[in-house]
């Protein structure tokens, strides 16, 4: 395979990863973390069924969507996407994310509703952004400069809080350093130039992560958490399954600590290292009843759609 080839197996792992780790930890959500001499290794069914795909994908593909419609990444048209989204009843919504979205449901603007929310709870710092902003790094990863911009607006339609808005550049550089070919540690170093200057504790922890204990790591749906679990989970394995398998078994947001686990473990190892037999389990709908399937060849296809897109912010 030479080196575009490479590229194109990173980028579309991205996609196929998020979505397949999102699926992978659906079933562990809200769980204690599983015992580490049995650990869960299969797609399972939980309040969907098995390899369904949860919020997390569906609204990462609500951003997909304004991207390659747009050619750029546009808060207005994004916010209208994710009313839509709300209004089709999904199954699952995080608080926060529910919180704005019910304001933007009732006509309010992004503007309003974000900044409304965040005054609300000015402490609240949850990883809802965090968890759908991967196509903004697919779409901009040839320009860290964009990216940077472009990953800002997406999550402030929604989050407003300095950790958020930081986290979401800093993965979003990560994952755009490894597609580009990065090794781990040369990523995260140019991850946290591009996402200064970093709110201290969220750093404190990236920086820790990889040699934290098991036993250390809460992995709630706080963002810094989902940051941590998902480096600790790179730096304590050596393949995309293990890396997924160390995120998902650590229970409470398992889904969204899956999904961004998955997403940079497939950035590092390429869309053929995601085991076979959960790329083909994978599924779920977007737009919600609409009747649009989603499997991970679709997935592969946008990704390829919006890596090569090149839009600007
Ligand atoms: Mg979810």
């Known amino acids: 395979m030479g080196e575009e080839g490479r ?39 939980g309040r969907l069924p098995a390899g369904h795909f949860t919020d997390d994908t569906e609204l990462a593909l609500a951003v997909a969507a304004t991207l390659l419609e747009r050619g750029y990444l546009d808060p207005d048209d994004l916010a209208q996407r994710f009313a839509e989204w709300y209004c089709s009843e999904p ?21 309003e509703a974000a900044e409304a929310v965040f005054r609300e709870r000015p402490e609240s710092a949850g990883n809802g952004a965090l968890m759908r902003s991967w196509p903004v790094a697919l779409a901009f990863w040839r320009d860290l400069e964009a990216l940077r911009q472009a990953s800002v607006l997406q999550c402030r339609v929604t989050h407003r809080h300095a950790e958020c808005v930081a986290a979401c550049v800093f993965l979003n550089t990560l994952l755009a350093r490894l597609v580009a070919g990065a090794n781990l540690e040369a990523a995260l170093e140019t991850a946290f130039v591009q996402a200064s200057p970093l709110p201290a504790g969220l750093a404190h922890a990236i920086r820790l992560a990889p040699r934290r204990r098991r036993e250390e790591l809460r992995n709630t749906g706080w963002v810094r958490h989902t940051l941590e679990t998902a480096v600790w989970s790179l730096f304590n394995s050596h393949t ?74």
């Not at 780790?21 to 769980?31: I, K, V």
């Not at 398998?245 to 686990?261: E, K, P, S, W």
């Open 7 to 45: 590229e194109r197996s990173r980028w579309r792992g991205v996609a196929v990863g998020a979505a397949v780790g999102d699926a992978l930890g659906m079933p562990l959500e809200f769980g204690l973390a599983s015992h580490p001499r049995a650990l869960i290794r299969s797609m399972r069914p």
């Open 240 to 313: 995309f399954e293990e890396a997924l398998i160390q995120a998902v078994n650590l229970g409470a947001d398992a889904d969204t600590a899956g999904a961004v686990t998955g997403a940079l473990a497939g950035a590092l190892y390429g869309v053929e290292a995601i085991p076979e037999e959960w790329r083909t389990a994978l599924h779920g709908e977007y737009p919600l009843k609409s009747g649009h399937n989603w499997g991970w060849q679709d997935l592969v296809n946008l990704a390829d759609r919006l890596a090569m897109l090149q839009a600007q912010p």
């Open 91 to 111: 199954p699952d919504v995080g608080v926060h994310t529910q919180a704005v979205l019910s304001r933007l449901a009732a006509g309010e603007s992004w503007e």
